[in-house]
């Protein structure tokens, strides 16, 4: 099975960008999404298809995807962004998720 | 207005079937470039993507839960169940089903239902 590797946390400075990667094998030869998630809370979409933004979500937010890797940029970080966030692709026809990022905003 | 929501058990015992029910709104199992995947989370872990079913009927599961897993829907009652068998201790999570949007060549989770948190313990 196709597995997606995160760190499990990043932590970063109020408005200052954040970096959070997604490895997998050719993985840039997939869509990836990007969802957040905050405590008790459903996840939610952030990025879809690589660097695709739903409406609603702030332009901050970015992705890119190359290689083996897949990047979720967050410009200008503010501390309603703390959360976890988890990449996911789409192998053949099943949509596996990495292990999740904690973002800490400090 | 687009809903997702679970329903089921709350609590089962070792080796008893689940059976989860999502109802959805605002959008029909029918629609071409739509479906239906149920994600679990265990309680402080990561997501974890289980089955999804297609209008045409399409359906794909984990592979490492594939013999326990069977998704189906109910178009008329905008249904889509969940059955999981042989459940375990390790299976007590909470359970999502999302609706997936299918945008040119790609696919996203665009709506999430709020989760139904399943126990199994004897």
């Known amino acids: 099975s196709y597995e997606l590797t995160q760190p499990p946390s990043v932590s970063v400075s109020p408005g200052q960008t954040a970096s959070i990667t997604c490895s997998g094998d050719?993985?840039?030869?997939?869509?990836v999404c990007w969802y957040q998630q905050k405590p008790g809370q459903s996840p939610v979409v952030v990025i879809y298809?690589?660097?695709k933004r739903p409406s609603g979500i702030p332009e901050r937010f970015s992705g890119f995807n190359s290689g083996d890797t897949a990047t979720l940029i967050i410009s200008g970080t503010q501390a309603m962004d703390e959360a976890d966030y988890y990449c996911q692709a789409w192998d053949i026809s099943t949509a596996p998720f990495g292990g999740g990022t904690k973002l800490t905003v400090l | 207005q687009v809903t997702l929501k679970e329903s089921g058990p709350v609590l089962v015992k070792p080796t008893e079937t689940l059976t989860l029910t999502c109802t959805v709104s605002g959008f029909s199992l029918s629609h071409p470039r739509m479906g239906v995947s149920w994600i679990r989370q265990p309680p402080g872990k990561a997501l974890e993507w289980l089955a999804h079913i297609f209008s045409n009927d399409e359906k794909s599961y984990s592979t490492s839960l594939k013999t326990r897993l069977t998704i189906s829907k109910d178009t008329s009652k905008s249904q889509v169940v969940l059955t999981m068998t042989n459940m375990d201790p390790v299976d007590t999570a909470t359970y999502y089903c999302?609706?997936?949007?299918?945008?040119?060549?790609?696919?996203?989770?665009?709506?999430w239902g709020q989760g139904t948190l399943v126990t199994v313990s004897s």
């Open positions: 050719k993985l840039g030869d997939k869509y």
């Open positions: 298809q690589d660097n």
């Open positions: 999302a609706r997936i949007l299918v945008t040119g060549a790609g696919r996203h989770f665009d709506y």
